[in-house]
T-cell receptor
Framework: GAVVSQHPSRVICKSGTSVKIECRSLDFQATTMFWYRQFPKQSLMLMATSNEGSKATYEQGVEKDKFLINHASLTLSTLTVTSAHPEDSSFYIC?????????????FGPGTRLTVT | QQPVQSPQAVILREGEDAVINCSSSKALYSVHWYRQKHGEAPVFLMILLKGGEQKGHEKISASFNEKKQQSSLYLTASQLSYSGTYFCGTEKPPGNTGKLIFGQGTTLQVKP
């Protein structure tokens, strides 16, 4: 299967600071990437769709000014959690779409565990 | 709308079979199945695109009933490595966006 990496894997930050998470597709180009957050023992909740060369599309209830997404190239998308608060602590997972049309697969990164103190 | 998975949890002995269901209240374009182990990324298992489609992946297969808006994942002769949480991800018509809404997950534990 394809490889998607995330960096960092774990981060602890203080309340009020910003944190940037990188998502890279290592062996294919991805026009579209997705960002999810996952609370313990819960499902993956889609936060936003990241499109290379255009603005991200956010799901209802997700603050775009708080979760800044930049899809800088066909292999890199970044998620910046601005002015983080303890309630932002979660497991953030990105995925990258490979293929197009009716044949595509979505590959997930290993996730980033964010803890805000 | 989030699809509903059933059961929520399953405990099996090695070699036993299991079925995990995924139902949607809305029409579906495609259904994707993933397995996630604790603290790891979800791993893609298979995608079902057409109503009536069935796919197999070693001893793991799935079916998609488009009319009933549901899919089932079949695990036969389960192995210890099958343990994990299984998620179905659904895409609504017209599709081709890759945008998935995931079910709440089914935790599978296979014991020796």
């Amino acid at each position: 299967g394809a490889v998607v990496s995330q960096h960092p894997s774990r981060v602890i930050c203080k309340s009020g600071t910003s944190v940037k998470i990188e998502c890279r597709s290592l062996d294919f180009q991805a026009t579209t990437m997705f960002w999810y957050r996952q609370f313990p023992k819960q499902s993956l909740m889609l936060m936003a769709t990241s499109n290379e060369g255009s603005k991200a599309t956010y799901e209802q209830g997700v603050e775009k000014d708080k979760f800044l997404i930049n899809h800088a190239s066909l292999t890199l998308s970044t998620l910046t959690v601005t002015s983080a608060h303890p309630e932002d602590s979660s497991f953030y997972i990105c995925s990258a779409l490979r293929g197009q049309g009716i044949t595509y697969e979505q590959y997930f990164g290993p996730g980033t565990r964010l803890t805000v103190t | 709308q989030q699809p509903v998975q059933s059961p929520q949890a399953v405990i099996l002995r090695e070699g036993e079979d299991a079925v995990i269901n995924c139902s949607s209240s809305k029409a579906l374009y495609s259904v994707h199945w993933y397995r996630q182990k604790h603290g790891e990324a979800p791993v893609f298992l298979m995608i079902l695109l057409k109503g009536g489609e069935q796919k197999g992946h070693e001893k793991i297969s799935a079916s998609f009933n488009e009319k009933k808006q549901q899919s089932s994942l079949y695990l036969t002769a389960s192995q210890l490595s099958y343990s994990g949480t299984y998620f179905c991800g659904t895409e609504k018509p017209p599709g081709n966006t890759g945008k998935l809404i995931f079910g709440q997950g089914t935790t599978l534990q296979v014991k020796p």
